[in-house]
């Protein structure tokens, strides 16, 4: 089993910048692609970055590319998502999601681990 706990989300000025943390628990996190998806309250939960395990190819919807960069730490088993020229539309709770395969995908149902949330408020 493994257990996926996000931090660093936050209200920060359209412009501003934000770092989200994901801890996952478990000793496969290395071999494991992990990604971050969004769900804005009434709508559909969206992808977001995907980064594949051991070689961290990564991977971005087209709305954050260019603006939010997705890494990781195998050593402390975090993966980060660096959020920067943040806009209003980019509110929503931000999941993190693992999936016991090395590569990655953009589809939620492959995944097999989430993360609570944690919420990310952009002010304009």
């Known amino acids: 089993q493994v257990q996926l706990v996000e931090s660093g989300g936050g209200l920060v000025q359209a412009g501003g910048s934000l770092r989200l943390s994901c801890a996952a628990s478990?000793?496969?996190?290395?071999?494991?692609?992990m990604a971050w998806f969004r769900q804005v309250l009434g709508k559909e939960r969206e992808f977001v970055a995907t980064?594949?395990?051991?070689?961290?190819?990564?991977y971005y919807a087209d709305s954050v590319k260019g603006r939010f960069t997705i890494s990781r730490d195998n050593a402390k088993n975090t993966v980060y998502l660096q959020m920067n020229t943040l806009k209003p539309e980019d509110t929503a709770v931000y999941y993190c999601?693992?999936?016991?395969?090395?590569?990655?995908?953009?589809?939620?149902?492959?995944?097999?681990?989430w993360g609570q949330g944690t919420q990310v408020t952009v002010s304009s």
């Open positions: 999601a693992a999936r016991r395969q090395l590569f990655s995908s953009t589809v939620q149902s492959d995944y097999n681990y």
């Open positions: 478990g000793r496969t996190f290395s071999s494991s692609s």
């Open positions: 980064i594949s395990g051991r070689t961290g190819l990564t």
